[in-house]
């Protein structure tokens, strides 16, 4: 298996039914438990194609990311942007070459934020939003670039219309703006950028 050590173009949603097609997404309830595959079934289900990039050595248009101690599946197959099991986060190398910086790191830290939040999708877009204000990478220009890019998205289920998800995310933006929220020390210095289913970003389209 190739190990990945830098990614230029990644996005997330999505989810996988792991019977029988374990490389496609799916949603995947996290409060469910651990009960989806583990990175190594995975694997080996997803095909030769796909890269494991460890903890810490995922890099987005040079920028060094991190989702806690949680690698990253880089697999083209993925049928969308990006996904996230319990423990791993999967990205589309292919669904995100040509989007802007700040719409790719917010693509990887909604699915990073199921990690964390659980299935809902309106706190994994609010952790995304957070994440980029804490540590710098999230300006304007970028909230736009987000706004643009989820507006044209249809919901489901458990994905609101993208129109509100960034009238949703703007107005979070604005206020952690307000309130004077700032990089956290804790993070990494950045400039600014203008039932078994993986959890995704939005539905398939």
């Known amino acids: 298996m190739r190990i990945g050590g830098a990614l230029f173009g990644v996005l997330v949603w999505g989810s996988l039914a792991f019977q029988p097609s374990p490389a496609r997404a799916q949603e995947h309830t996290f409060l469910d438990g651990p009960s989806g595959p583990t990175i190594d079934d ?3 289900q ?3 194609d796909v890269k494991l990039v460890p903890q810490g050595s995922l890099k987005i248009d040079g920028r060094t990311v ?4 949680r690698p ?3 697999n083209s197959n993925f049928d969308s942007w990006g996904g996230a099991f319990p423990g791993f986060v999967i990205l589309n190398t292919k669904k995100i ?4 910086t700040a719409v790719k790191l917010y693509v990887y830290s909604h699915e990073c934020g199921h990690q964390f939040e659980g299935p809902d999708e309106t706190k994994a ?3 995304a939003i957070r994440r980029g204000v804490k540590w710098g990478w999230l300006d304007a ?3 736009e670039e987000i706004c643009t890019f989820i507006s044209t998205l249809k919901g489901d289920a458990v994905h609101p219309p993208g129109p509100q998800r960034c009238e949703t995310m703007r107005n979070y933006y604005k206020q952690l703006i307000e309130s004077g929220t700032t990089q956290s020390a804790s993070t990494p210095a950045a400039e600014p950028v203008s039932k078994q289913k993986a959890q ?3 539905p398939q389209q």
Do not use: H, I
């Open 72 to 74: 990253t599946v880089l």
């Open 42 to 44: 995975y694997l080996k």
């Open 125 to 127: 877009d609010l952790f």
């Open 66 to 69: 991190n989702c806690g101690k």
């Open 200 to 202: 995704a970003l939005a």
């Open 141 to 143: 220009v970028g909230m």
């Open 46 to 48: 997803a095909g030769p």
């Open 97 to 100: 070459t040509g989007l802007s």
